[in-house]
């Protein structure tokens, strides 16, 4: 006889999950508030309606596989060249000091050694599922903090697969080689996957991308292979969907295997939720439900501030670093693996997995609001510190000598945002005044002797250096509406008579810029589709106007690559 306890189970997940996800919708809330309370209606806490509690289990284990499948694909490594050693510096400092404050921390809540040493682990690292999701849904993954985030979350991922296998070890005698070998296999599968994306994937992919169920199909395919190598190795079948993700992330091919992927991990990404909700199976009494809190706001108040902290030192500014700070402040979709694997050695106790779950629900319940929050809770750190009077400080500029202007401006250009289409102002710009808040930018544009500010367009020493009142013309490439809206503001009022040239991501944006005074909105979508169709009116199927006006772009083209090299070979 078939058993159709499990089918059944899928359909009351499901169901569930939908329901209240019109509900969280109609409340303009988060959808995963939806999926993880469905758990927690559905579980033993609630109706106890799931009976197939360990197939459940073994899907949600493969929902986290292709959910970081899917998140890995869309991580493009080449991004990461700028941040590289940032992000390893700072990995390293906030894993070392989140962890060092956990354990302590769990010490003096009555936690034995062992269970303490979990619970640093645990609180250490991010999610890099839900952030993905997130900077992806905002359109935040080009930005600074978007690929300082990436290259964080890589090198925590990478770090958590060495780590894993280790805590396996607890409770017996430490064996250096059996943690040599495991550190050997984990930079090896990281190695590996890269020599896989930069010399297997892009051959392969572009023989089988002529089909498009055979390119969905080969991917799949090295998920599996993946996570079948991984397990021989020691290591989750979530490390290994990881490491095939990261292998597929070819600039070329990638985002249309995201995109084929992407219905499969939306649908176990609710399977993943709910069944964060089913875990918490012991009833949470008061002390329970304190340590649960205390454990979440170590995740998302003091990894914050400690991430804060590393990337001000490192000298990133204040509104960078408080929001990869405040990105950063959940619990890992790995750190349920690590529980589970706890429990299954009995290193964790029923109770204190419960306790994590919920810390870990929580934790991931808030990141949406936390990063909704980054703006307002920038402009009330700058109010108190104002009102505090401690006067003109470091926390909000970079630690470089901050006179980088050689001479007075007068009559000058601003561009605003000097990253892509910033640079390429520049060509028809004589002399302008870089303002940006990326360091490795305002270093390049030192070397190459241009006018430059570091900092961001809405802070009020940055703006005193622009000299508004004597500029001719601001031209912002940015994406932050709220600094946009500073800029245009502070500009009309300083300077009534300023050609103001400012970029929108959507029409409601467009529209808000021009009542506050824009002269001209740049929405990029509709420039490429005008410029398309006046190319195709201009060529009118003449031949000899295509080849000629290809060559040219051809040309621009091989001077932009030039460029770029160069620029990689001086860093």
Excluded: W
Excluded at 365 to 387: D, G, M, Q, R, V
């Amino acid at each position: 006889m078939i058993d159709y306890g499990l089918l059944s189970d899928m359909g009351l997940i499901v169901s569930m999950a939908t329901l209240l996800a019109f509900a969280t919708k109609y409340l303009k809330q988060p959808p995963i508030l939806a999926y993880m309370v469905a758990g927690i209606v559905m579980g033993p806490l609630g109706l106890s309606i799931i009976t197939q509690r360990a197939e459940t289990m073994a899907l949600s284990e493969l929902g986290i596989a292709f959910l970081l499948f899917g998140a890995a694909i869309d991580i493009n490594l080449n991004k990461l060249r700028g941040v590289g050693i940032v992000s390893f510096v700072s990995c390293l400092l906030q894993v070392a000091l989140t962890f060092a404050f956990s354990f302590i921390a769990s010490v003096f809540l009555g936690l034995n050694g062992i269970e303490s040493v979990y619970v640093g682990v645990i609180l250490s690292f991010s999610s890099t599922m839900v952030i993905i999701k997130m900077l992806s849904d905002e359109k935040h993954l080009d930005t600074l903090h978007g690929r300082l985030l990436i290259g964080v979350l890589v090198l925590q991922d990478l770090l958590i697969i060495t780590i894993m296998p280790v805590l396996r070890m607890l409770g017996t005698p430490l064996q250096l080689e059996s943690v040599a070998i495991t550190l050997f296999n984990g930079v090896g599968l990281f190695c590996l996957a890269v020599v896989v994306n930069k010399f297997v994937a892009p051959h392969i992919l572009r023989y089988v991308s002529k089909s498009q169920e055979l390119l969905f199909l080969t991917s799949i395919t090295a998920c599996f292979a993946f996570m079948g190598l991984v397990q021989m190795l020691g290591f989750s079948l979530a490390i290994g969907a990881f490491v095939a993700g990261i292998a597929l992330s070819t600039p070329l091919y990638g985002p249309e295997i995201s995109g084929r992927v992407r219905p499969l991990r939306d649908f176990f990404a609710t399977i993943f939720f709910v069944t964060l909700g089913l875990q918490i199976t012991a009833p949470l009494g008061l002390t329970e439900i304190g340590l649960g809190l205390a454990l979440t706001g170590i995740a998302i108040i003091v990894k914050p501030v400690i991430t804060m902290a590393i990337y001000l030192l490192l000298g990133y500014g204040g509104r960078v670093s408080l929001t990869v700070g405040l990105l950063l402040g959940q619990i890992s979709e790995f750190s349920f693996i690590v529980a589970s694997t706890g429990l299954i050695l009995n290193h964790v106790s029923n109770r204190l997995f419960s306790v994590i779950t919920l810390a870990i629900l929580l934790s991931i319940l808030l990141t949406p609001y936390a990063f909704k929050s980054t703006h307002p809770l920038f402009e009330l750190i700058k109010i108190l510190i104002n009102k505090l009077h401690v006067g003109h400080i470091h926390f909000f500029h970079r630690r470089t000598p901050e006179k980088t202007l050689s001479k007075k401006m007068r009559g000058h250009v601003v561009i605003v945002g000097f990253d892509r289409m910033g640079q390429q102002l520049n060509e028809a710009v004589k002399d302008p005044l870089i303002v940006d808040y990326n360091p490795e930018i305002i270093d390049q544009c030192t070397e190459k002797g241009l006018q430059c500010i570091y900092g961001d367009a809405e802070n009020e020493h940055v703006l005193e250096n622009m000299e508004l009142k004597y500029a001719k013309m601001i031209v912002s490439t940015i994406p932050d509406p709220e600094a946009v809206e500073t800029l245009i503001l502070r500009s009309r009022k300083e300077n009534p008579h300023i050609i103001l040239i400012v970029r929108a991501s959507t029409l409601d944006e467009a529209q808000l810029y021009y009542k506050l005074g824009a002269d001209l909105v740049i929405l990029p979508e509709f420039i490429a589709g005008h410029k398309t169709a006046e190319i195709i009116q201009e060529v009118s199927f003449k031949k000899n106007k295509l080849t000629e006006m290809r060559q040219k772009h051809m040309e621009l083209l091989e001077h932009a690559i030039v460029d770029r090299m160069g620029r990689r070979i001086r860093s």
